[in-house]
Structure formats: structure tokens, C-alpha cells
């Protein structure tokens, strides 16, 4: 089965904004760069919390390709629809789950993070078609809940929200 425009697009873009996030990791003198107006994380901090939900939504993808519809009831919410749909997250509108709030214990491991989410995102392509046509489902804590191809989407989504913000403050 040939994979949808919409997902391989969607891949395309979050395998793109990895090797970008990894790029900037390895300045480090911008990864100390905070400016508390715009937000009160270090572009460090953003960068290992991109890094840190990445790799939590792969596990999600996984999740939702072991569950069967019938044992993974729900739908995405409202909120979660238009973000899906808009492609944006609302500025300033929800905090971080603990396990994805950055830990910050060296820049090195913010570069080992992003480089193993990278490499969990790689390894997602050879199972994109089996995304594409799963049903099963998993919780997101905000937005409801996805199928697998709808958590692919949300990477792209979620890391343009951060990149934005370190885009922002790199340049303020």
C-alpha cells in the first residue's frame, strides 16, 4: 500500500526538523541563550524537550499499532482536532508532562537525546505504511485520543511550536 502525500509529508518534515535541531546542538554558546520574555527555557531546555516528547511518541506510535479499536476507546477532543488540523499549538497554553520536561545535565546529553530520537524517527519509516493503516489508539495527555498516524503528524506540529520559540529568542 502506498503511503499517503499526508504522512510521508508529515515524516519528511519531522525527519527535516531533527537534523536542523541537531545542527543548532551543536552551538554552544546558543544553547545557553534564554530570554525570559519570550520563555523561561534555555534554547537547551526546548531543544531536549523536543527531543523528549519524540521520543515518547514513538513509543505511542508503537502503542497504538499493538491496540486493537476495540481496546482503545476514544476519540481525539475538540482542542486535539484543531491542532491536527491547523497544524499549530496555542502559545503559552499547556505545560510539559514530567517526563518530558527538560532535565538539562549537559549539553552533550541534549545532543545524545536529539541524536536517539532522530534515530527512533528513521526507524519509524520502514513501518509508515503499517502506521497508516492502523486503527488502534493512544492517550495524548491534552488532545485525546490518536492513531498512530495521527501521532506521526503531531511531531512536525509539536517541534514547530518549539522551533519557533528558539527561533525567537535566537534572534532577539
Not at 515524516?11 to 535541531?21: E, G, M, V
Not at 476495540?70 to 499547556?94: A, D, K, Q, Y
Amino acid at each position: 500500500m502506498a503511503i499517503s502525500s499526508a504522512l510521508r509529508a508529515a515524516y519528511d518534515r519531522a525527519l527535516t526538523q531533527s537534523n536542523a535541531n541537531l545542527a543548532l546542538a551543536a552551538d554552544d554558546a546558543l544553547l545557553t541563550k534564554k530570554v525570559d520574555r519570550i520563555s523561561h527555557w534555555t534554547v537547551a531546555q526546548h531543544l531536549e524537550h523536543i527531543a523528549l516528547v519524540n521520543l515518547g511518541i514513538i513509543t505511542r506510535v508503537h502503542e497504538a499499532l499493538k491496540t486493537t479499536p476495540e481496546n482503545s476507546s476514544g476519540r481525539v477532543s475538540l482542542l486535539g482536532c484543531v491542532v491536527l488540523w491547523t497544524g499549530t499549538i496555542p502559545r503559552g497554553r499547556g505545560k510539559a508532562p514530567v517526563p518530558t520536561m527538560p532535565q538539562l545535565t549537559s549539553f552533550e546529553d541534549v545532543r545524545k537525546k536529539l541524536t536517539a530520537a532522530r534515530e527512533t524517527l528513521v526507524a519509524l519509516e520502514a513501518q509508515l505504511p503499517e502506521v497508516q493503516t492502523a486503527r488502534g489508539r493512544s492517550p495524548h495527555p491534552a488532545l485525546g485520543m490518536f492513531t498512530a498516524a495521527h501521532w506521526v503528524r503531531f511531531i512536525p506540529i509539536h517541534t514547530h511550536h518549539h522551533d519557533k520559540i528558539v527561533h525567537e529568542i535566537r534572534h532577539a
